[in-house]
């Protein structure tokens, strides 16, 4: 299966050892990446707040590379897919938008057909949907039967149902669950893991942004949880590289739950040196997982 791969700014930057993992974890699922080497940041929902019509520009831009090598385009970045799935629906049902996005691809030689559309699917749908959770099943080496995992969306993932195709057929804002208890873990449910992790509002209100994070990982925690997955970088880092601050802003005593991106614990359950995941670069030690492999 081949895919046209986005890998957001996050994992190229702030946290490298997320684009390793997926980058390490693809050829042993049986999935070809053609990263776009070229692509630029999706906005994050940030953006779009200034210049909706930017922001619809610069992901047009990464679905004309993707059309051009007519391949479905694969992100690992719950942020990227929703603003992707929003930009698209925008552009599909303006065709003026559509045209005047073009108009600023020009100068490159690039041109999306919004009539046409591009498949656009987060890692996680891919695992479910194009793979399988009972292939998945049986590539997994060393199941995880020791291990406590709780789910973390993040909310572009989840919101707005309808442009990002959950429904009965298809219950995405359920398929961490699935992938989860795929892996043989031991699937822990919290108050929080559909809620935002607080990073969109952390330059603007950073005890509100880190309090909220606090709420989610103590109920976490709480719960039993050896550990969060989650199919976003941009949580990933205020779950993780934030952790101890949100321990601070929120008075939250003994706040210790390590984060994994969901290539990351693909990877081990498929076997994979948790040193080539790269799991020992998170702020958060993730001893705690290892221990219970």
């Not at 693809?26 to 999706?42: I, K, M, R, V, W």
């Not at 591009?118 to 099943?137: M, R, T």
Request: aromatic content about 6%; overall charge negative; proline content about 5%.
């Amino acid at each position: 299966m081949r895919y046209a791969f986005w890998p957001g700014c996050v994992s190229k930057g702030a946290a490298p050892e997320l684009y390793q993992s997926m980058v390490t974890v693809a050829p042993a699922l049986g999935l070809e990446l053609e990263e776009l080497y070229d692509g630029n940041c999706t906005g994050a929902g940030v953006i779009s707040e200034h210049s909706m019509e930017t922001a619809d520009a610069l992901n047009a831009r990464n679905f004309a590379m993707a059309q051009r090598l007519d391949l479905p385009l694969i992100n690992i970045c719950s942020t990227c897919q929703g603003v992707q799935s929003m930009a698209q629906d925008r552009m599909r049902k303006r065709p003026e938008l559509a045209a005047k996005v073009n108009e600023s691809l020009a100068d490159e030689g690039l041109y999306y057909d919004a009539v046409k559309g591009l498949e656009v699917k987060n890692f996680l749908w891919v695992l479910v949907e194009d793979i399988g959770l009972d292939k998945l099943k049986s590539m997994v080496t060393k199941p995880l039967t020791g291990l406590k995992v709780g789910p973390f969306y993040g909310c572009y993932i989840l919101r707005p149902e309808a442009i990002l195709g959950i429904d009965g057929d298809n219950p995405r804002d359920h398929y961490l669950e699935d992938v989860i208890e795929a892996l043989g873990c031991t699937l822990i449910t919290y108050d929080g893991q559909d809620k935002c992790c607080g990073f969109p509002i952390l330059t603007i209100n950073k005890k509100n942004s880190l309090t909220m994070a606090a709420n989610h990982l103590s109920s976490a925690q709480e719960e039993g949880a050896d550990c969060l997955v989650t199919p976003c970088p941009l949580c990933h880092l205020n779950l993780d590289a934030q952790q101890p601050d949100a321990a601070r802003y929120a008075s939250v005593n003994g706040l210790e739950v390590p984060i994994l991106h969901l290539p990351q614990l693909i990877g081990l359950a498929l076997g994979m040196d948790p040193k080539v995941l790269r799991v020992d670069r998170h702020v958060v030690s993730t001893k705690k997982v290892l221990a219970n492999l």
